[in-house]
Each structure stands twice: as C-alpha cells, then as structure tokens.
C-alpha cells in the first residue's frame, strides 16, 4: 500500500530556502506537491512524472520552486527559494498513476502534510 511520508517543514526567516521532501512507498507515481495556507484552499504548486522528465509549475510558483526525484531513494523533493510570509501553509505530497496534473481530485494518495512557516 503506498505511504506518502512529508518532511523538512520547519521556521525560516523572509528570503531563506528550504527543501522539503517527500518519502513515498511501493510503486513509483507522478507525485504532485499542493499547499494549503490558513483560512485558503488546497493550491497545486508543482508536479512531476514518475521518470523525473516532466515537471510542472503553477504559474505562480515558477521561478522560486523547483521540484525533482530520486527514484533510487524513492523520494521526491521540493526546492523553494527566496521564502516569503505568504509561503506559509501546510506542503503535502500525492500520488497519482496517470501524468501530471493540478487537479486535487486527480490524487488518489496522500500524505499528512509539513508545515513551512516563514516568518521573522
């Protein structure tokens, strides 16, 4: 059964970087990355295909996030650079068999979640 296994959430001032990663179990998936800040609804940030070759971005995560896998390790990994306050929510991994998509209900797998807060 897969598990889906966040981590590397934590406290980081304005302009710090984090790299958050998501652990998965069993077979390999398209692994999307979504967030949900406080009072907002569950946003895409970025996706990618079970080879690593395609990655996807929301449009208003490219430049700053960048997403990428080992499948060696299983485990598949979020860069976010240059934080700003507005990047504070809970970042959760989902796993779906088919291509990339933005789409929450196209996830059938998902993990708790890590919290990222940015704050000074």
């Known amino acids: 059964q897969l598990q889906l296994v966040e981590s590397g959430g934590g406290l980081v001032q304005p302009g710090g970087s984090l790299r958050l990663s998501c652990a998965a179990s069993g077979f390999t998936y398209t692994i999307g990355w979504f967030r949900q800040a406080p009072g907002k609804e569950r946003e895409a940030v970025s996706c990618i295909s079970r080879s690593g070759g395609i990655t996807n971005y929301a449009d208003s995560m490219k430049g700053r996030f960048t997403i990428s896998r080992d499948n060696a390790k299983n485990t598949i990994y979020l860069q976010i650079n240059s934080l700003k306050p507005e990047d504070t929510a809970i970042y959760y991994c989902?796993?779906?068999?088919?291509?990339?998509?933005?789409?929450?209900?196209?996830?059938?797998?998902w993990g708790r979640g890590t919290q990222v807060t940015v704050s000074s």
């Open positions: 989902a796993a779906r068999v088919y291509g990339c998509s933005g789409v929450i209900a196209d996830y059938r797998s």
